[in-house]
Protein backbone atom coordinates (compact mmCIF):
# COMPACT_ATOMS: atom_id res chain seq x y z
CA UNK A 1 0.00 0.00 0.00
CA UNK A 2 3.17 2.14 0.36
CA UNK A 3 2.10 3.83 3.47
CA UNK A 4 5.20 2.97 6.42
CA UNK A 5 3.84 2.68 9.84
CA UNK A 6 5.79 2.99 12.67
CA UNK A 7 4.28 2.06 16.01
CA UNK A 8 6.56 3.46 19.25
CA UNK A 9 5.32 1.04 21.77
CA UNK A 10 4.11 -1.77 19.79
CA UNK A 11 5.41 -4.28 21.38
CA UNK A 12 2.48 -5.16 23.82
CA UNK A 13 -1.14 -3.83 24.87
CA UNK A 14 -3.41 -2.03 22.42
CA UNK A 15 0.63 -1.04 20.70
CA UNK A 16 0.55 -4.53 19.41
CA UNK A 17 -2.78 -5.18 18.82
CA UNK A 18 -2.84 -2.55 16.37
CA UNK A 19 0.14 -3.69 14.67
CA UNK A 20 -0.84 -6.61 14.09
CA UNK A 21 -4.42 -5.22 12.74
CA UNK A 22 -2.54 -2.83 10.45
CA UNK A 23 -0.02 -5.59 9.26
CA UNK A 24 -3.15 -7.88 8.28
CA UNK A 25 -4.27 -5.06 6.17
CA UNK A 26 -1.42 -5.12 4.56
CA UNK A 27 0.48 -2.15 5.25
CA UNK A 28 4.89 -2.00 6.32
CA UNK A 29 4.49 -1.57 10.27
CA UNK A 30 7.81 -1.46 12.38
CA UNK A 31 7.86 -1.53 16.51
CA UNK A 32 9.89 0.10 18.60
CA UNK A 33 9.59 -1.05 22.02
CA UNK A 34 11.69 -0.86 25.89
CA UNK A 35 15.06 -1.63 24.30
CA UNK A 36 14.84 1.06 21.90
CA UNK A 37 15.58 -0.84 19.02
CA UNK A 38 15.35 -0.08 15.93
CA UNK A 39 15.69 3.68 16.93
CA UNK A 40 12.67 5.51 17.14
CA UNK A 41 14.26 8.70 15.93
CA UNK A 42 14.90 6.95 12.56
CA UNK A 43 11.46 5.31 12.47
CA UNK A 44 9.82 8.84 12.88
CA UNK A 45 12.10 10.34 9.97
CA UNK A 46 11.18 7.52 7.47
CA UNK A 47 7.78 6.68 8.44
CA UNK A 48 4.42 8.59 7.17
CA UNK A 49 2.58 7.56 10.20
CA UNK A 50 3.86 7.33 13.82
CA UNK A 51 1.62 6.42 16.30
CA UNK A 52 2.69 6.90 20.15
CA UNK A 53 1.50 3.67 22.27
CA UNK A 54 3.35 3.91 25.74
CA UNK A 55 2.15 3.99 29.10
CA UNK A 56 0.54 7.47 29.71
CA UNK A 57 3.05 8.77 32.15
CA UNK A 58 5.36 8.12 29.31
CA UNK A 59 3.78 9.90 26.64
CA UNK A 60 4.90 13.29 26.75
CA UNK A 61 8.62 12.28 26.54
CA UNK A 62 7.93 9.82 23.45
CA UNK A 63 6.51 12.79 21.84
CA UNK A 64 8.97 15.03 22.65
CA UNK A 65 11.52 12.33 21.18
CA UNK A 66 10.08 11.45 17.78
CA UNK A 67 7.97 14.60 17.22
CA UNK A 68 10.40 17.06 15.73
CA UNK A 69 12.07 14.01 13.20
CA UNK A 70 8.73 13.57 11.80
CA UNK A 71 7.89 14.30 7.97
CA UNK A 72 6.19 17.20 7.36
CA UNK A 73 3.79 15.59 5.48
CA UNK A 74 3.63 12.81 7.50
CA UNK A 75 1.01 11.99 10.36
CA UNK A 76 1.65 12.25 14.20
CA UNK A 77 -1.12 10.03 16.34
CA UNK A 78 -1.59 8.70 19.95
CA UNK A 79 -3.49 5.88 21.88
CA UNK A 80 -3.74 7.15 24.95
CA UNK A 81 -6.63 7.15 27.31
CA UNK A 82 -6.49 11.20 27.70
CA UNK A 83 -6.53 13.24 24.86
CA UNK A 84 -5.74 16.81 26.09
CA UNK A 85 -1.97 16.53 27.58
CA UNK A 86 -0.81 14.33 24.17
CA UNK A 87 -2.89 16.38 21.54
CA UNK A 88 -1.17 19.64 22.93
CA UNK A 89 2.40 17.95 23.03
CA UNK A 90 2.17 16.54 19.67
CA UNK A 91 0.89 19.79 18.51
CA UNK A 92 4.17 21.32 19.72
CA UNK A 93 6.85 18.88 18.75
CA UNK A 94 5.52 17.95 15.06
CA UNK A 95 5.48 20.04 11.73
CA UNK A 96 3.20 17.17 10.44
CA UNK A 97 -0.74 16.57 10.76
CA UNK A 98 -2.09 15.36 14.34
CA UNK A 99 -4.77 13.12 15.75
CA UNK A 100 -5.34 11.39 18.96
CA UNK A 101 -7.11 8.31 19.15
CA UNK A 102 -8.92 6.71 22.46
CA UNK A 103 -9.44 2.62 21.12
CA UNK A 104 -12.32 2.47 23.69
CA UNK A 105 -11.26 -1.32 23.83
CA UNK A 106 -8.46 -3.50 25.50
CA UNK A 107 -6.09 -5.79 23.35
CA UNK A 108 -8.04 -9.31 24.10
CA UNK A 109 -10.60 -8.60 21.70
CA UNK A 110 -10.43 -10.21 18.16
CA UNK A 111 -11.63 -7.29 15.90
CA UNK A 112 -12.83 -3.83 16.60
CA UNK A 113 -15.89 -4.22 15.11
CA UNK A 114 -19.08 -2.74 17.27
CA UNK A 115 -16.16 -1.12 19.35
CA UNK A 116 -15.88 2.18 20.39
CA UNK A 117 -12.99 4.89 18.97
CA UNK A 118 -12.56 8.50 19.92
CA UNK A 119 -11.10 10.37 17.28
CA UNK A 120 -9.52 14.03 17.91
CA UNK A 121 -8.92 15.59 14.96
CA UNK A 122 -6.15 18.47 15.90
CA UNK A 123 -4.32 19.44 12.65
CA UNK A 124 -5.25 17.03 9.26
CA UNK A 125 -6.38 17.19 6.27
CA UNK A 126 -4.72 15.11 4.32
CA UNK A 127 -4.79 11.49 6.62
CA UNK A 128 -7.82 12.00 8.55
CA UNK A 129 -9.87 10.51 6.19
CA UNK A 130 -7.91 7.53 5.48
CA UNK A 131 -7.88 6.89 8.88
CA UNK A 132 -11.63 6.86 9.62
CA UNK A 133 -12.01 5.23 6.50
CA UNK A 134 -9.92 2.50 8.39
CA UNK A 135 -11.83 2.17 11.11
CA UNK A 136 -14.86 2.16 9.80
CA UNK A 137 -14.32 -0.12 7.46
CA UNK A 138 -13.77 -2.45 10.15
CA UNK A 139 -16.86 -2.09 11.81
CA UNK A 140 -15.78 0.49 14.37
CA UNK A 141 -17.93 3.00 16.17
CA UNK A 142 -16.20 6.57 15.67
CA UNK A 143 -16.97 9.13 17.69
CA UNK A 144 -15.28 12.69 16.95
CA UNK A 145 -14.75 15.30 19.91
CA UNK A 146 -13.07 17.80 21.27
CA UNK A 147 -10.29 16.76 23.38
CA UNK A 148 -11.33 18.31 26.62
CA UNK A 149 -14.34 16.99 26.08
CA UNK A 150 -13.45 13.87 25.85
CA UNK A 151 -10.89 13.90 29.19
CA UNK A 152 -13.96 15.25 31.12
CA UNK A 153 -16.22 12.20 30.09
CA UNK A 154 -13.51 9.77 30.58
CA UNK A 155 -13.10 10.59 34.07
CA UNK A 156 -16.32 9.54 34.68
CA UNK A 157 -16.57 6.40 32.25
CA UNK A 158 -12.93 5.68 33.35
CA UNK A 159 -11.51 7.31 36.17
CA UNK A 160 -14.78 7.37 38.52
CA UNK A 161 -15.55 4.02 37.67
CA UNK A 162 -12.12 2.13 38.37
CA UNK A 163 -12.31 4.72 41.38
CA UNK A 164 -15.02 3.24 42.97
CA UNK A 165 -13.89 -0.45 42.23
CA UNK A 166 -10.29 0.44 44.02
CA UNK A 167 -12.58 1.05 46.75
CA UNK A 168 -15.09 -1.51 47.06
CA UNK A 169 -11.47 -4.10 46.86
CA UNK A 170 -9.82 -1.89 49.68
CA UNK A 171 -12.85 -2.10 51.69
CA UNK A 172 -13.13 -6.09 51.57
CA UNK A 173 -9.42 -6.20 52.05
CA UNK A 174 -9.21 -4.30 55.25
CA UNK A 175 -11.82 -6.37 56.36
CA UNK A 176 -9.49 -9.61 55.35
CA UNK A 177 -12.77 -10.63 53.49
CA UNK A 178 -11.11 -13.10 50.39
CA UNK A 179 -13.71 -13.34 47.50
CA UNK A 180 -14.05 -17.20 47.19
CA UNK A 181 -15.23 -17.17 50.81
CA UNK A 182 -18.26 -15.49 49.78
CA UNK A 183 -19.09 -17.55 46.71
CA UNK A 184 -22.17 -19.53 48.67
CA UNK A 185 -23.41 -15.75 49.73
CA UNK A 186 -23.43 -13.95 45.96
CA UNK A 187 -25.65 -12.58 44.25
CA UNK A 188 -25.73 -11.79 40.66
CA UNK A 189 -24.71 -8.33 40.98
CA UNK A 190 -22.39 -9.05 43.51
CA UNK A 191 -21.02 -11.21 41.27
CA UNK A 192 -21.29 -8.83 38.26
CA UNK A 193 -19.26 -6.52 40.50
CA UNK A 194 -16.71 -8.54 41.62
CA UNK A 195 -15.78 -9.72 38.28
CA UNK A 196 -15.06 -5.83 37.45
CA UNK A 197 -13.08 -5.89 40.53
CA UNK A 198 -11.41 -9.49 39.55
CA UNK A 199 -10.56 -7.70 36.66
CA UNK A 200 -8.88 -4.61 37.97
CA UNK A 201 -6.92 -6.05 40.86
CA UNK A 202 -4.98 -8.82 38.07
CA UNK A 203 -4.78 -6.23 35.47
CA UNK A 204 -1.75 -3.58 35.15
CA UNK A 205 -1.34 -1.87 38.15
CA UNK A 206 0.55 0.57 36.50
CA UNK A 207 -2.25 0.97 33.55
CA UNK A 208 -4.92 1.86 36.57
CA UNK A 209 -2.92 4.39 38.30
CA UNK A 210 -2.25 5.80 35.17
CA UNK A 211 -6.18 6.05 34.48
CA UNK A 212 -6.21 7.64 38.07
CA UNK A 213 -3.54 10.18 38.08
CA UNK A 214 -3.57 11.20 34.45
CA UNK A 215 -7.00 12.94 33.84
CA UNK A 216 -7.02 16.35 34.78
CA UNK A 217 -10.49 16.10 35.35
CA UNK A 218 -10.84 13.18 37.89
CA UNK A 219 -9.75 15.20 40.87
CA UNK A 220 -13.41 17.13 41.09
CA UNK A 221 -15.09 13.95 40.45
CA UNK A 222 -13.02 12.09 43.28
CA UNK A 223 -14.18 15.39 45.61
CA UNK A 224 -18.24 14.62 44.71
CA UNK A 225 -17.42 11.01 45.33
CA UNK A 226 -16.63 11.76 48.74
CA UNK A 227 -19.45 14.40 49.57
CA UNK A 228 -21.94 11.53 48.33
CA UNK A 229 -19.97 8.81 50.36
CA UNK A 230 -20.49 11.21 53.34
CA UNK A 231 -24.06 12.44 52.74
CA UNK A 232 -24.86 8.26 52.34
CA UNK A 233 -23.10 7.40 55.69
CA UNK A 234 -24.65 10.17 57.68
CA UNK A 235 -28.31 8.99 56.11
CA UNK A 236 -26.99 5.27 57.60
CA UNK A 237 -26.03 6.34 60.82
CA UNK A 238 -28.97 7.80 61.96
CA UNK A 239 -31.52 5.23 60.16
CA UNK A 240 -32.64 7.66 57.81
CA UNK A 241 -34.65 5.13 55.75
CA UNK A 242 -36.71 7.82 53.95
CA UNK A 243 -33.71 9.88 53.48
CA UNK A 244 -32.45 7.37 51.67
CA UNK A 245 -35.17 6.56 49.75
CA UNK A 246 -35.13 9.48 48.64
CA UNK A 247 -32.09 10.27 47.14
CA UNK A 248 -32.67 6.70 45.08
CA UNK A 249 -35.69 8.46 43.92
CA UNK A 250 -33.67 11.52 42.69
CA UNK A 251 -30.53 9.78 41.31
CA UNK A 252 -33.31 8.37 39.16
CA UNK A 253 -33.19 11.18 36.48
CA UNK A 254 -29.66 9.92 35.33
CA UNK A 255 -31.23 7.01 33.46
Not at 8 to 27: E, H, M, N, P, V
Not at 118 to 132: D, F, N, Q
Request: with cysteine; net charge neutral.
Amino acid sequence: MGIKIAIIGGTGGIGKWFADFLLGQGYSVQVAGRSGRPDPIRLAETSDVVIISVPMAATGDAIAQVGPHLKKDALLMDLTSVKEAPIAAMLTASRGEVIGCHPLFGPTVATMSGQNIVVCAARSEKWLPWWKKLLADQGAVITEMDPAEHDRLMAMVQGLNHLNTLAMGMVLRKKNIALPNLQHLTTPLFNAKTAILERVLTGNPALYADLLTQNSYLEELAGLYQEALRELIIKIKVRDREGLAAILTDTKLIL
